[in-house]
């Protein structure tokens, strides 16, 4: 079985970054060995990110698309706006109230992932997932209850 890889965004993002963040994913495909990529389904980045591993998926038809939904009505909008081979809803997103689900979505995602792609600031980085940043991550998740 091949890694994950997860993808963040904290603002907007131009059309400026895709050709980065395909960079990026191809880098992963190719050398790390990632062949399932879970996206949140939340913004444009998601759409970005959606787009370019459609058209990657031509090239390697093995990769899955993974939509991680923080609320199961996601699910009846989204295939059309984010194409994706399958689903999942975390345990412990169903457990939490629904005003803090995208928050326990996003943290299961990062804690959960290989390599995360982040785009801040029109910049584009691959984040190598450590036991050290499952840590901070968890820090976060403390500020929930």
């Given amino acids: 079985m091949g890694k994950i ?4 965004c904290q603002e907007d993002v131009s059309l400026d970054t895709e050709p980065l963040v395909e960079k990026q994913i191809r880098k992963l495909i190719n050398d790390k060995n990632v062949d399932t990529f ?7 980045f998601d759409i970005y990110v959606s787009g370019i591993l459609q058209k990657l998926k ?3 038809p093995y990769i899955k698309i993974i939509l ?5 009505r ?21 457990s939490v109230p629904l005003e803090k689900a995208v928050f ?13 792609i982040r785009e801040r600031r029109k ?9 050290f940043c499952k840590k901070r991550f968890s820090n976060y998740n403390k500020m929930l209850y």
Avoid: H
Avoid at 74 to 94: G, H, I, S, T, W
Avoid at 123 to 131: E, L, M, P, R
């Fill in 5 to 8: 890889c997860t993808f963040f």
């Fill in 68 to 72: 991680i939904v923080a609320n199961p």
């Fill in 38 to 44: 879970w996206i949140g389904g939340d913004g444009w």
């Fill in 104 to 116: 326990v979505r996003n943290y299961y995602m990062a804690t959960n992932t290989d390599y995360i």
């Fill in 74 to 94: 996601q699910l009846e909008f989204q295939e059309n706006k984010f194409p994706f081979d399958d689903f999942k809803y975390p345990e412990e997103v169903k």
């Fill in 123 to 131: 910049t584009i980085k691959v984040i190598k997932i450590t036991s």
């Fill in 58 to 60: 031509q090239e390697y």
